[in-house]
């Protein structure tokens, strides 16, 4: 069974940074991408961004040049760097990883940008 869990979410001024955690159970060369989502109050769940085995990287357009998504394979932790945040970042952020045609998901943590 896959866990994924997440950490790093919290409370930032707008401007301010933040550095998501998604710690795996097991090896993440098994999974076919890693990335990370987001889902704001009565808006529906999007894709920030995504990273491949090989470390290819996507990103929303909203995220390009502020965000940041990286993979320790060492440690079985993709992470999401998030700078200048904004107001609208706010949302509950979710980890996901994709082998073959199976999603597993993350519980979710907050992240609260204030104007």
């Known amino acids: 069974q896959v866990q994924l869990v997440e950490s790093g979410g919290g409370l930032v001024q707008a401007g301010g940074s933040l550095r998501l955690s998604c710690a795996a159970s097991?090896?993440?060369?098994?999974?076919?991408?890693m990335g990370w989502h987001r889902q704001a109050p009565g808006q529906q769940r999007e894709l920030v961004a995504a990273i491949t085995t090989g470390g290819s990287t996507n990103y929303a357009d909203s995220v390009k040049g502020r965000f940041t998504i990286s993979r320790d394979n060492a440690k079985n932790t993709v992470y999401l760097q998030m700078n200048s945040l904004k107001p609208e970042d706010t949302a509950v952020y979710y980890c996901?990883?994709?082998?073959?045609?199976?999603?597993?998901w993350g519980q979710g943590t907050q992240v609260t940008v204030s104007s």
């Open positions: 097991g090896s993440i060369f098994s999974f076919n991408a």
């Open positions: 996901y990883a994709l082998r073959g045609l199976t999603y597993y």
